[in-house]
């Protein structure tokens, strides 16, 4: 039976039991776009659009990755060229494009230090390509044998600024899918930089629902076909977290029914049973990243990066005091609710506010309850109950008990923790004592909440 996707169509890939048959008995041919007459017909091209093919850096199921050069502006490259398969015509050759264009679509709408930014896309005779930027330095995969290990901080360093990346990428609704130690780059500057969104998933339009993605760093969502959010970009990088820390993978495994067999059902070994000098705390870092229940696993990637962070001051004694300063500060900054204020202003906030970590179930306020403080969710989600009723969600960015603070009264209603959570508590004294330019911001984020809330109340009782 063929798979349709949201919008109806006919998938390329076409779920578990297809996938399996095509890499386990020999028919990977049958939709892998590099055949032998692809890279025939690629034998001897010299020049791909306006772009100078220079040499050919590498080719995968999806395509060829050549080293090329801008003439305009003497710019070195990377080119990733494709086309559909022989055997696809009409309807499936054109998805098969539309699903090589996404990754420019994807990668195109982010713009961050941490991701190998796209410059062009288009057609070259029947081929599609991508020009990205080019990355001078080896892929993660250098770093996982146990003959070649990094050293412990520097591991979580990598994994901190791919968290950064990866959590950009989430907050734009995009989706990786493909998160491995070769998409996962350092240039010569010792940079990270995340490459290869071509089978990303936009979260905010249809996307096939197949198989999509390398087997031993896949989630148990992907090998179930169940939906794909951000928390299985979070597993993936826990896969890479593991085998950078001990040079094995996390599932690793002889055929792919072995490996999938593995990822739902077994927990791999502790991390410091095979590098004893790993810390524990970074043993129940990844383990919570390896989590098989999406809700107990890291609920962004922030998060994930928070808990590095404390690992990281432990493993370096010599660690300085500003650079962590800053990295709170900019992921502060970069909370929704605080996109009007400026980083000196978020810094103050930080200085005189309290973060809190809230564990899963907690209460955070009471209904009824006399209390003029208000909490800004820096990471997690939270339901709000009256009455005994869920009457909302809230998460990351989004602030409660603030009408407590504007009006005077008790609370009227109760937030419970739905994860763990990352608070900033503010208290009426901290606010009221404030410069007049940040109290004005606060009362204008508070404004547009209640507008917000009001509109979706309406909305709902008028369905």
């Known amino acids: 039976m063929e798979q349709k996707n949201n919008n109806g169509s006919e998938d390329i890939t076409t779920g578990i039991t297809r996938w399996l048959k095509l890499r386990l008995f020999g028919r990977e041919k049958d939709i892998s776009p590099v055949d032998t007459q692809f890279l025939k017909d690629l034998f001897d091209v010299e020049k791909v659009g306006r772009y100078e093919i220079i040499g050919k850096l590498g080719q995968g199921s999806m395509g060829v990755v050549y080293k090329g050069r801008d003439p305009y502006i003497n710019r070195e490259v990377s080119i990733k060229i494709s086309r559909p398969s022989s055997d696809l015509a009409g309807e499936l050759a054109a998805r098969y494009r539309e699903r090589f264009f996404l990754e420019a679509q994807s990668a195109g709408r982010l713009m961050h230090p941490n991701i190998v930014a796209i410059y062009d896309a288009g057609m070259y005779k029947d081929f599609c390509y991508i020009t990205m930027e080019y990355i001078d330095g080896p892929n993660l995969g250098k770093f996982c044998t146990r003959d070649n ?236 109950r009256k009455n005994d009723r869920q009457i909302a969600i809230i998460g990351r960015g989004e602030c409660f008990g603030e009408m407590a603070y504007l009006s005077g009264e008790s609370r009227s209603a109760t937030v419970i923790a739905d994860t763990d959570c990352i608070l900033m508590k503010i208290s009426a004294m901290l606010l009221d004592k404030a410069p007049q330019d940040i109290q004005l911001l606060f009362l204008k984020r508070f404004a547009m909440t209640l507008l917000r809330r009001l509109s979706a109340s309406q909305k709902k009782s008028d369905q």
């Open 149 to 384: 290990l990094l050293p412990v901080a520097r591991t979580a360093e990598i994994i901190i600024a791919a968290c950064r990346a990866l959590d950009f990428a989430h907050q734009k609704e995009v989706v990786h899918r493909d998160i491995k130690p070769s998409n996962i780059m350092l240039n010569k500057s010792k940079d990270v930089k995340i490459t290869d969104f071509g089978i990303a998933q936009i979260t905010d339009q249809t996307a096939s629902k197949g198989i999509i993605g390398s087997p031993s760093y896949m989630s148990p969502e992907q090998v179930k076909e169940e939906p794909i959010t951000p928390l299985s970009d979070i597993f993936s990088l826990g896969c890479v977290l593991y085998e950078m820390l001990t040079g094995e993978q996390a599932f690793p495994g002889d055929n792919y029914f072995s490996i999938m067999y593995k990822i739902i059902n077994e927990e791999p070994p502790p991390v410091n049973r095979l590098r004893p000098e790993i810390p524990e705390i970074l043993e129940k870092i990844t383990r919570k990243a390896l989590s098989k229940d999406h809700t107990k696993r890291y609920q962004t990637c922030m998060d994930l990066a928070y808990d590095l962070r404390v690992a990281l001051r432990g493993l370096k004694q010599d660690a300085i005091r500003e650079d962590k300063a800053d990295d709170v500060i900019d992921y502060t900054h970069n909370i929704q609710f605080f996109s009007n204020f400026t980083k000196p202003q978020v810094k103050a906030i930080l200085d005189a506010a309290n973060v809190i970590k809230v564990p899963k179930e907690t209460a955070v306020v009471k209904e009824g309850e006399i209390d003029d403080s208000f909490f800004i969710i820096l990471s997690g989600q939270a339901s709000v």
